[in-house]
T-cell receptor
Framework: EAQVTQNPRYLITVTGKKLTVTCSQNMNHEYMSWYRQDPGLGLRQIYY???????DKGDVPEGYKVSRKEKRNFPLILESPSPNQTSLYFCASSVVGERYNEQFFGPGTRLTVL | RKEVEQDPGPFNVPEGATVAFNCTYS??????FFWYRQDCRKEPKLLMSVYSSGNEDGRFTAQLNRASQYISLLIRDSKLSDSATYLCVVKNTGGFKTIFGAGTRLFVKA
């Protein structure tokens, strides 16, 4: 089954404790992206990647890191989480090179930073 | 000003009603336009792309007005199952940076 998976689905942590949210897709997509969703603000893009070893900042990259060492994986790293990073996080992937390419989303990771 | 703005909602309509959602975008260089649907904090899913000439998919019609930088979604004969949040999505030139509107919540009641 074609899908985007994220782990963990739910995480409660404390300020300053480094964490990684994994994202993996099995559709051989070049493009992957991370978003956070907050009430009233919609989804905001954190980072995106056009291919292996190619990443770029979205609108809200502060406090986050990403890496793209393999085509299928795009982990999101919070080196020192803070309470304002409490949010619902979505990973997405798509093909590139087409104007109307659909983004496929993972199920989301609900993160709470205390 | 937000790059993509939508009606704040929520919209409460009876079954069978026609409902229209509006969206405006600020970047005139925007290249691609979409409507996504999101159910109750689940992942967004593509509802339809929005083409320059307008397009229809069953009960759903999407239109784009580049001159006014405006996108619309019309749902005819609303069903209970249409209850969801509708997200307007714009991609910039190059197609990599993606901007989502805050979404408009729709409640269809029996």
């Amino acid at each position: 089954e074609a899908q985007v998976t994220q782990n963990p689905r739910y995480l409660i942590t404390v300020t300053g404790k480094k964490l990684t949210v994994t994202c993996s897709q099995n559709m051989n997509h070049e493009y992957m992206s991370w978003y956070r969703q907050d009430p009233g603000l919609g989804l905001r893009q954190i980072y995106y990647s056009m291919n292996v070893e190619v990443t770029d900042k979205g609108d809200v990259p502060e406090g986050y890191k990403v890496s793209r060492k393999e085509k299928r994986n795009f982990p999101l790293i919070l080196e020192s989480p803070s309470p304002n990073q409490t949010s619902l996080y979505f990973c997405a992937s798509s093909v590139v090179g087409e104007r109307y390419n659909e983004q496929f989303f993972g199920p989301g990771t609900r993160l709470t930073v205390l | 000003r937000k790059e993509v703005e939508q009606d704040p909602g929520p919209f409460n309509v009876p079954e069978g009603a026609t409902v229209a959602f509006n969206c405006t975008y600020s970047n005139s260089a925007s290249q691609s336009f979409f409507w996504y649907r999101q159910d109750c904090r689940k992942e967004p899913k593509l509802l339809m792309s929005v083409y320059s000439s307008g397009n229809e998919d069953g009960r759903f019609t999407a239109q784009l007005n580049r001159a006014s930088q405006y996108i619309s979604l019309l749902i005819r004969d609303s069903k209970l199952s249409d209850s969801a949040t509708y997200l307007c999505v714009v991609k910039n030139t190059g197609g990599f940076k993606t901007i989502f509107g805050a979404g408009t919540r729709l409640f269809v009641k029996a």
